[in-house]
């Protein structure tokens, strides 16, 4: 598992103890963990099979109130990201920049 998943669940667990949050770099269980709680869904921009992009689409169809925060460790996708009306996130990715998106997004998270 990347290690950007592994702070984000360990993140999530510290600030939401009784909140579920599974964490996945595969596109395919990724599109099938998500269900209607879910709130948020940290996507990488690379996965197998799928870009994060493209993960977020059919999310989004599927669960258009779902929050998408995309990763990368490059910073010419956060245009894109910003146009598709998601947060960017700059890897590596750190236990505050997980912390602002919660905030900014004013959520109890139940993420993927």
Do not use: W
Request: proline content about 4%; overall charge negative; some cysteine.
């Amino acid at each position: 598992m990347d290690a950007s998943v592994r702070l984000m669940l360990k993140t999530l667990r510290k600030l939401d103890p009784e909140g579920e949050h599974i964490g996945t770099t595969k596109c395919d269980e990724a599109l099938r963990l998500a269900t209607e709680k879910t709130e948020i869904a940290f996507l990488d921009v690379e996965m197998p099979g799928k870009s994060g992009f493209e993960v977020a689409q059919i999310l989004k169809e599927k669960f258009p109130a779902l929050h998408i925060i995309i990763m990368s460790g490059e910073i010419g996708y956060r245009r894109q990201a910003q146009q598709m009306s998601y947060i960017f996130l700059l890897k590596p990715v750190f236990e505050e920049d997980i912390t602002e998106c919660l905030k900014a997004l004013n959520i109890q998270s139940k993420a993927i």
